[in-house]
């Protein structure tokens, strides 16, 4: 049985449905289940085994779970700036308390981290030994949420994604939408590199990793972080072209986009220029890759305008 948290978010609700169409056993838990932001962060680092844990226990025996996959997360990037005290909680606490349960169990555990780790100022996609450097709150808490959890003895397995999006929750390509039908042009900053993610396309990723791992059995070569993201690169305003070209082929009327640089949409939190990752890590120990965005984003564009057009 594969436990899924944050079953109500993109990556969460594509593992869950990918999870359901594969006839594969698994249970969800969605923030209103666990939300850790709701825990005492003091008591979680001095006192990880106080009563008030014991019912988040109780989900890894009812049934055991034989992987835990984390995919909640704090994300709202601009307001961990003014509510750090939630981000931390539920981006270092929450996953120390789950780590040390895995740990306990000994049950593999998967964790969802980010390119916000990293500054983006190394000019060339980034490896998971380069030295992070994180600019934000947001980053900085998923930083030493990835520390925390490799510094327990779980197997662990942190990937790091960027640009994720899908047809369900909150996200770039449905903004871009919705704002497209409001205004006739929208300004979208082409100076930010990286490559999007889709939520499907990492939830297959994952599960090919499970795959992988109950066929060998737990190796030490997968411990430890990987990056994941979508195959090639493009920039905010490419994303953003490339949306509305796959809009139009729906009668969808696209606005005029222009490009515009980052100091022209300045925001509380630095975003990161250049966030690709280089993902050959994942592709040499688990044999997998993800395919290139431009392949996966038709089927997202369509799955939204058919969902928006439905109310």
Known sequence: MILILGSSGQLGNALAKLCETRGLAFKTLNRADLNFERL??????????????????????????????NAAAYTAVDRAETDPEAARIANVSGPTVLANLCETADIPFIHISTDYVFDGNKGAP???????????VYGSTKRDGEEAILATGAKAVILRTAWVYAAHGKNFARTMLNAGRKMPVLRVVADQRGTPTAAPDLAAAILAIVEKISATGWEQKYRGVFHATGSGETTWHGFATAIFAEAAKHGYKAPDVQAIATADWPTPTRRPPDSRLDCSKMA????VTLPDWQASLPGIVTALLILDAAG
Do not use: C, H
């Open 126 to 136: 980034y490896v998971e030994t380069d030295p992070t450097n994180p600019t934000g």
């Open 40 to 69: 005492d962060e003091a008591a979680l680092q001095t006192k990880p085994k106080v009563n008030w844990l014991d019912w988040v226990a109780e989900i890894f025996s009812n049934p055991r779970p034989d992987f835990v996959i």
């Open 284 to 287: 040499r120990i688990f044999g």
